[in-house]
């Protein structure tokens, strides 16, 4: 099948759509346990690139799980589908010239490995939202942890699944050292050199 897929040879190119829109596009993944704080702080990184007028869309576990995920279950072979398909929107969202922030635990070192190849690495800025188990417990924001302790949630990440963390992701937050508005300027004044388009783009 994959051979009689021949590509067509689009006007528009990514370099195009980019210089359109005055910045570079890319993949922002947030990884890290139930509960660490990826999608609060994403939300915050959002609304500061926003406001700078940077083209941007939030992928996370609401508008995947439930839409084109969402014959997906927990097992460590569907999590491997859910973060490849993740991965490949987001390569769609980078060819859209749009920056593209995922929050996903994402667990799985070899599955971030994988999302790294799909996009490039040149594309890929890895957040690691370092939390304790302990203080995810503790929040236990969406009830997850109170069931799987409760043995209703099978594969729960770091009380029944392993949670493998980043040996060097591109940022690190410890959230329980920093607020919310700290860690997000943080990633924030990470990225803000890879926006800008190189002069002869
Ligand atoms: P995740 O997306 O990783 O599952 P959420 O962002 O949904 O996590 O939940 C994290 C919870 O932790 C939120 O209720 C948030 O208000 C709280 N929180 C407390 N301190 C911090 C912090 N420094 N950074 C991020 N979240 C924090």
Redesign the pocket.
């Known amino acids: 099948m994959k051979e009689n897929i021949i590509p067509h040879d689009y006007q528009i190119s990514r370099k195009d759509r980019q210089s359109n829109n005055q910045h570079n596009s890319f993949l922002i993944w947030f990884t890290?346990?139930?509960?660490?704080?990826?999608?609060?702080?994403a939300n915050v990184v959002e609304q500061k690139l926003f406001e700078k007028g940077i083209k941007t869309y939030t992928l996370d576990g609401d508008n995947i799980r439930k839409g084109i995920n969402c014959d997906l279950t927990f097992a460590p072979e569907d999590r491997k589908e859910n973060i490849r398909r993740i991965a490949e929107i987001s390569n769609l969202m980078i060819d859209a010239g749009v920056v593209t922030l995922a929050?996903f635990v994402s667990p799985y070192k070899k599955d971030r490995l994988n999302i790294k190849s799909i996009v490039k690495d040149d594309n890929f800025v890895e957040i690691y939202?370092n939390t304790s188990v302990e203080e995810c417990e503790r929040?236990d924001?969406k009830g997850l942890y109170k069931k799987a302790r409760a043995g209703e949630i099978k594969n729960m990440t770091g009380i029944s699944a392993p949670y493998e963390a980043p040996e060097n992701p591109d940022v690190e937050i410890k959230?329980e050292g920093?607020?919310?508005e700290d860690?997000a300027n943080k990633i924030v004044e990470y990225i803000l050199p890879k926006l800008k388009l190189l002069s002869n783009e």
């Open positions: 890290g346990l139930s509960g660490s704080g990826k999608s609060t702080i929050a939202v929040r924001t959230t920093v607020s919310v860690a």
